[in-house]
Nanobody, 126 residues
Framework: QVQLVESGGGLVQAGGSLKLSCAAS????????MGWFRQAPGKDREFVAA????????YYADSMKGRFTISRDNAKNTVYLQMNSLKPEDTAVYYC???????????????????WGQGTQVTVSS
C-alpha cells in the first residue's frame, strides 16, 4: 500500500510561486513513478507533470513547461512540484499520484496510477 498526502497549496497572486509537496508512506516509494494532476471546477482532471522512478526523468504538459518543475527525494519519500509564474488558470485542486514500478507506463494518463492523494487547493488571484 502507498498512501499520499499533498501539502503546500494556498492563495497566491498571479506571477507568484508555490511549492507543493507529496509525502508518501509505504515501502515502495523509491520504486514508484510519481505524477501531479490537477482539476479545476467543472473541468476534467488534467496531467501536470511526472517523474520516473528509475532515472528520474521528468515530463510536463505543454502549458507547464518552463514554469513548473517536478522533483523527488527518495530518502524523504517526498515528491515536489515547484510552480512559478502562476496564472489564474492554474487555479485547481492538485493531486499527487503514484505508480509502483512505473517504467513503461504512460505517465500522462490517470489510469496509469494506482494510488492518489486527497488533493491540495491552489488558488491564483488576479
Amino acid at each position: 500500500q502507498v498512501q499520499l498526502v499533498e501539502s503546500g497549496g494556498g492563495l497566491v497572486q498571479a506571477g507568484g510561486s508555490l511549492k507543493l509537496s507529496c509525502a508518501a508512506s509505504g515501502r515502495t516509494f523509491s520504486n514508484s513513478a510519481m505524477g501531479w494532476f490537477r482539476q479545476a471546477p467543472g473541468k476534467d482532471r488534467e496531467f501536470v507533470a511526472a517523474i520516473s522512478w528509475r532515472r528520474g526523468n521528468s515530463y510536463y504538459a505543454d502549458s507547464m513547461k518552463g514554469r513548473f518543475t517536478i522533483s523527488r527525494d527518495n530518502a524523504k519519500n517526498t515528491v515536489y512540484l515547484q510552480m512559478n509564474s502562476l496564472k489564474p488558470e492554474d487555479t485547481a485542486v492538485y493531486y499527487c499520484a503514484a505508480r509502483p514500478l512505473g517504467t513503461g507506463w504512460d505517465l500522462a494518463r490517470e489510469t496509469s496510477y494506482n494510488y492518489w492523494g486527497q488533493g491540495t487547493q491552489v488558488t491564483v488571484s488576479s
